[in-house]
């Protein structure tokens, strides 16, 4: 089963490559800038805040939807598409951030995406 905090090895991810200010992109267009990331190992993510589009929201994508980082375009490609994102569990970040249950409730989302199956 794949872990979906830990960076795929194809990704192009580079240990220790700060990724804020990152634009990052859905299978179907942009949803925002990195705001925050962690390379935590086994809990890798990324907090993207995703000013207008879901009305300034953040929302937070395991390391693992991340199909391929391209800091030449200053770009995070991810493999989900907008409306997957918009539809995940809300994130609060003084709540959600560094809680087990919530990268459960997380995990069990996006592994049920069809693209996962």
Not at 37 to 49: F, I, K, N, Q, R
Not at 52 to 75: C, N, Q, Y
């Amino acid at each position: 089963m794949v872990n979906l905090w830990i960076y795929r090895e194809t990704s192009g991810r580079l240990a220790g490559t700060d990724l804020t200010g990152c634009k990052v992109e859905a299978l179907d267009g942009s949803i925002g800038k990195v705001d925050k990331h962690s390379d935590e190992a086994a809990a890798s993510y990324l907090v993207v805040d995703t000013g207008p589009w879901i009305f300034g929201k953040h929302v937070l994508l395991p390391a693992g939807t991340v199909s391929l980082v391209d800091m030449d375009e200053h770009r995070i490609h991810v493999d989900l598409t907008k409306e997957q994102i918009k539809s995940a569990p809300e994130f609060d970040a003084e709540k959600h951030l560094g809680d087990p249950q919530y990268h459960s409730s997380l995990s069990g989302y996006y592994r049920g995406m069809s693209h996962r199956a």
